[in-house]
């Protein structure tokens, strides 16, 4: 999608408010004239996005007619090209100048209908005494139940620059402005909202903490519900890891805030939750294996894939089940009743008790819980050499994630340019440990794996698989060798100085 410079020869795009096509019938025009078709009959197709609202973000606007897929853009322009009845995933679509526009939206999200509209196309003339043609324009009308406009394609012939800066001119007194400066969703959807998995929880810097706990953890029950129905659905498998990560975060929030709550308030909380996250173990798990099939793979040599082939096989088979088992469970009166009755006790948090620190302000609260965590991860990175036991390594990584999440929920009431030098680091520092997690958890899982693997293909199978877990041993000692540099970088003089400034000397740095 090239902008246009407006220039004969060259297409510009506007973007009008509904019923322009008719006024534009009875504009003024001297000595030229207009002609307006009567165009064919509107017809129904769907604007695409996917749940995360990817493309109204990026000021994009898909349409899909079953036969076509059209893409509005902020560049000034628009890309068409044959599209099936299903969409899908942008990774499956031919490769095109749309595809490459559409590389915004990640791999793993399915674009699905987020509304229907119905199309219309006219051809608007500009014609002189004699009948000739001055300049055109291809009139989109888009309509939904809520909204609509007319979206202008200009186009002028060589010679006849005043004629089409005329039409342009109208176009824009008639209320036009140009595609890049138009809010095509938000014109088309007024009043629609984006899902947002990273709620904005405002914090007071003298609010209670037990009312900051509270705010967070009610503000992520809606963000996981949000979910449920793209789960259910089987759209992508972004909708169960977003479940997720909304339910850990009030699981973090519940672990982190200590002494906020009476203990058997925060006991039955935790509890609770912890139950709602083991329904979705196994299937995020067989997600991740699969996700990660052609990648897992290419890891061993071709002699041996078919093992693998085969293990993965059995686990697309027993994903099957499981997301049937999840879906079932997720229709159920029984889980209903429970995530309501979770949202209610949120809303009206007294039957949880008050600990010591639920009191405290926020600022002064959240200051004292990041100071402790940073230290307690020097302790542990300094202590970890080439023959430090893999737990050390583990609980690094946790007390990583637990600093990550404080930092995030009580951003508010710290400096953002601060927070963003200490949060670029640590997250080179998590990646890191993540990676040795995952080659960690692999192995572990594949050796469980095996202890209950039978039936035919048995020895195959496991030739792969060993294969398979010795690799990733190796993978696994490399990401070892990368934490402590990782941990370096996170560890500078900079970076120490600003937590001790921001979270030990308790100095108003705003």
């Not at 009959?41 to 000021?59: M, N, Q, S, W, Y």
């Not at 008790?353 to 300094?382: E, F, M, T, V």
Request: proline share 5%; charged share 30%.
């Amino acid at each position: 999608m090239t902008p246009s410079n407006g220039s004969s020869g060259d297409a510009m795009w506007i973007v009008l408010p509904l019923a322009s096509d008719v006024a534009l019938g009875e504009s003024d025009f001297g000595k030229l004239t207009l002609h307006l078709s009567d165009g064919v009959e509107p017809e129904e197709v769907a604007i695409l996005d996917c749940f995360d609202g990817t493309l109204r973000k990026a000021g994009l606007l898909l349409l899909h007619s079953g036969e076509q897929l059209q893409l509005m853009g902020p560049s000034g322009g628009v890309l068409e090209e044959p599209g099936g009845r299903d969409v899908g995933f942008v990774v499956n679509l031919p490769d095109s100048e749309l595809k490459a526009a559409l590389s915004v939206v990640s791999p793993l999200r399915r674009l699905i209908p987020i509304g229907a509209a119905w199309r219309q196309i006219r051809t608007l003339t500009v014609l002189d005494d004699e009948g000739k043609t001055r300049a055109r324009a291809q009139l989109t009308v888009v309509t939904t139940e809520k909204g609509g406009c007319v979206i202008a394609r200009l186009q002028g012939l060589r010679g006849y620059d005043k004629a089409l800066a005329q039409l342009r001119k109208a176009l824009m007194d008639l209320g036009g402005v140009s595609l890049q400066e138009a809010d095509l969703h938000g014109i088309l959807f007024p009043g629609q909202t984006v899902h947002d998995p990273k709620p904005q929880v405002t914090i007071g810097y003298e609010e209670p903490a037990i009312e900051v706990a509270t705010h967070i953890m009610a503000a992520y029950i809606p963000v996981a519900r949000a979910n449920e129905a793209g789960v259910i659905a089987d759209l992508d498998t972004e909708f169960l890891h977003d479940y997720r990560i909304a339910l850990r975060k009030i699981r973090s929030v519940i672990s982190l805030f200590k002494g906020v709550y009476g203990p058997e308030g925060a006991r039955e909380l935790k509890h609770r939750f912890s139950a709602l996250m083991a329904q979705t173990g196994r299937l995020r798990d067989l997600d991740v294996y699969l996700l990660d099939r052609q990648e897992t793979s290419a890891l061993v040599p071709p002699s041996v894939r078919r093992g693998l082939d085969r293990m993965f096989d059995l686990f697309e088979a027993e994903r099957g089940r499981e997301h049937k088992r999840l879906a079932q469970y997720l229709k159920t009166k029984a889980y209903e009743a429970e995530i309501g009755a979770l949202a209610k006790l949120l809303a009206k948090p007294r039957k949880l008790g008050q600990g010591p620190n639920a009191q405290r302000p926020a600022h002064d609260y959240a200051a004292d819980l990041i100071w402790k965590r940073y230290r307690k991860i020097c302790k542990i990175a300094s202590g970890i050499g080439p023959d430090t036991d893999d737990e050390q390594v583990h609980e690094l990584r946790i007390h990583c994630k637990k600093l990550r999440y404080l930092l995030e929920f009580f951003g508010p009431v710290f400096p953002k340019k601060a927070f963003k030098t200490i949060l670029k680091p640590l997250k080179r520092l998590q990646d890191n440990l993540g990676y040795f997690n995952d080659y960690s958890v692999q192995q572990d899982s594949l050796r469980a794996f095996l202890d209950d693997l039978e039936g035919p293909h048995q020895i195959e199978i496991a030739q792969s698989v060993g294969a398979l877990i010795a690799v990733l041993h190796g993978r696994q000692l490399e990401e070892r060798s990368k934490v402590m540099d990782s941990f370096a970088r996170f560890d500078s003089d900079e970076t120490r100085a600003l937590f001790r400034r921001l979270f030990r000397e308790r100095k108003d740095t705003e």
